[in-house]
């Protein structure tokens, strides 16, 4: 499948996130997130539309790559409001995936969703506190 399915699929700056997800990100290298079942199961839950994916595991996923990837992308110009802009647009991602965390936790759970949790340690550990609080993560 390769990335030639997720430029097929995608359109735009979420083909972008996520081929930057997998060229760049320290998570991929590391293996926290396998590229050939996450490409297989993104061209699924493409062809199939999102009401389709009633998934929260693959809902989590999807956004923390989305988010990582986003950073990734729009930081790599190297300007002050690169960063900003990579920050703002990560976050709404990372949100995204943040609203099913307790259900990751406390419903039945499977590897997607352990993959989910770990990638979503990162983009927490590596905010900066204003975001935090202006968030409501942290008062």
């Not at 926290?32 to 199939?48: I, S």
């Not at 950073?71 to 960063?83: D, K, T």
């Amino acid at each position: 499948m390769g990335s030639r399915c997720v430029s097929r699929c995608f359109g735009g700056s979420a083909n972008a996130h996520v081929l930057a997800f997998f060229e760049e990100s320290f998570e991929y290298t590391v293996g926290l997130v396998q590229k050939a079942p996450f490409e297989a199961r993104l061209h699924e839950h493409l062809q199939q539309g999102p009401s389709a994916a009633n998934d929260v595991a693959w809902y989590a996923l999807r956004n923390t790559v989305y988010a990582i990837g986003c950073r990734i992308h729009l930081s790599a110009e190297g300007r002050p409001e690169a960063y900003v802009t990579a920050r703002q647009q990560s976050w709404r991602y990372f949100e995204n995936a943040m609203s099913v965390h307790t259900e990751l936790l406390f419903m039945r759970t499977n590897t997607m969703a352990v993959e989910a949790l770990l990638l979503m340690v990162r983009p927490t550990a590596r905010c900066d506190g204003p975001i935090l609080i202006e968030q409501g993560f942290l008062r």
